[in-house]
C-alpha cells in the first residue's frame, strides 16, 4: 500500500514531565487517514498533521453510531528497539467489529504496515519512562452524508498516538468496583464482542453514578439473567478462587480482551489452573464470604494489570485481599509488562519491532 506523508511543520514540544502523562491527554504530531467508497475500496491513504476532520452533519456515525476502534500501544524496550505488542490479534479484533457494524475489513497486512508506519514516524514520541508506552487509537466511522439507515458504503479509518502513562489514577494501586444491578452493558447476540463506541456510551450511565459514591469502575453482569459476571468498564476481569484462576468465557457479549488472552496464556504456563467459565455474581460473593476470593484483577491494554481491592454488590461490599495487591496479580503484571518492555524474553514472539 502506497501511504503519502506530508509532515507537520509546526511539530509540537514532547511532554517534560512522563510522570504526568495520564491517559489519552497529550497527542503526537501526525495521524493516519484512509477513505473507503464501495467502488473504490480503501484509497487515499496518508499521514498528514494532527488536526480536526471535518465531518458532513448528516454522516452516518453522528446518527447510528457506525463506529468501532482498537487500541494497542508501543513501547521503548530496555535496548531502545521500539516494539508494538501483539498488533496482528488488534488487526483481527478490529476487522471483526467491522464484520458485526457492517463497516468494510482492512487487508492484515495493510493495517499492519499502517501502524509501522505510523509508529516509525512518531518514534520520538514513545516515553522513555517505566510504565509508559504510545498509545495506538485506530478508529473507523460510517461517514456516508445520508440519513437513511443501511450499511455503509463510506467509511473513514483514522489512526492517531497519544503517549501515555497509567490508565487509572490508582497507577499499580488496587481499584474500587461496583457491580451493576440496573443497567446492562450488552446482551448475546448484540455487539458486546465487538470494539465498537456504542457498547461504552451505554455503560456511561452506570460509570458515572459508581463514581459519585467513590468506585473507579463498574462491573457488568449478563444482560439476560443479571446474573453472571462479564467485564469492568474498560478491562476484562479474573478471580483467584481458592486456588483457581477464573475469567469470565467470551459469550458473545464480553470483549475478547487481548491482555486477557495473553494473561490466560502465561498462567496456565505457571502451572495454575485457568478456567474460562460462567461465575455468578452468588458464586463470587459466597467465596468472598467463605474467605475463598484470594484475588482479583482487570486486564486490559489501556489497565494492564490493575487489581481490584474491593468490590461492592447492591450494598454488600468486600475488600480482597485486604485491598492490596495480591502475589499473582503483582507476577502477572511484573511478567507481562517485563515482555513488553523487552526485560523478559519474548519466547512467544508476541512483540513485534518497528525500528
Ligand atoms: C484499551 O484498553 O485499549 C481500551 O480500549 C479501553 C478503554 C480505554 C476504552
Redesign the pocket.
Known sequence: MEIKITKTNNPKAKPADESKLG?GKIFTDHMFMMDYTAEEGWHDARIVPFDYIPIHPASTVLHYGTEI?E??KAYRTVNGDIRMFRPMENIRRMNNSAERLCLPQIDEKDALQILDTIVEMEKDWVPHSEGTSLYLRPFMYGNEPHLGVHAVKIATFVVICSPVGA?YAEGINPVKIAIESEDVRAVKGGTGYA?CGGN?AASLRAGEKAEEKGFTQVLWLDGVHRKYIEEVG??NVMFKIDGEIVTPELTGSVLPGVTRKSCVELLKEKGYKVSERLISVDELFDAARAGKLEEAWGT????VVSPIGWLSYKGEEFEVNGGKIGDVTQALYDELTGIQWGKIEDKHNWCHKVC
Open positions: 491517559f476502534f487500541g494497542l490508565y470494539k461504552y474498560s478491562m486490559g491494554t489501556a489497565a
